[in-house]
């Protein structure tokens, strides 16, 4: 079994910046999807950024030049630093892995993070 668990939300003013950290594990596979998705109130969960050892890195269009997300296969954690945080950010913050072997999919219990105005 995989377990994932976040770290690192709060509230932060607009403009500023803050870092989130997953730890990971079970039977991680560097070549796996691990990412970040966030859920605001009343809408739906998005991907945020997502990555793989191969170093393919995805970014929703809001977020790209403000977050970045890294990872560190031997500790087998997943970091997303954030910069110029906006109110609209205000989320549910969730760590992800996608196990490719079993298509199954794990999931963190979330870190809230508050932009505020």
């Known amino acids: 079994q995989v377990q994932l668990v976040e770290s690192g939300g709060g509230l932060v003013q607009a403009g500023g910046s803050l870092g989130l950290s997953c730890a990971a594990s079970?039977?991680?596979?560097?070549?796996?999807?691990m990412g970040w998705y966030r859920q605001a109130p009343g809408k739906q969960r998005e991907m945020v950024a997502t990555t793989t050892s191969v170093g393919s890195t995805r970014y929703e269009d809001s977020v790209k030049g403000r977050f970045t997300i890294s990872r560190d296969n031997t500790k087998h954690t997943l970091d997303l630093q954030m910069n110029s945080l906006k109110p609209e950010d205000t989320a549910v913050y969730y760590c992800?892995?996608?196990?490719?072997?079993?298509?199954?999919?794990?999931w963190g219990r979330g870190t809230q993070v508050t932009v505020s105005s």
């Open positions: 992800y892995y996608r196990d490719s072997r079993w298509s199954k999919d794990y």
């Open positions: 079970g039977i991680i596979r560097s070549t796996d999807v």
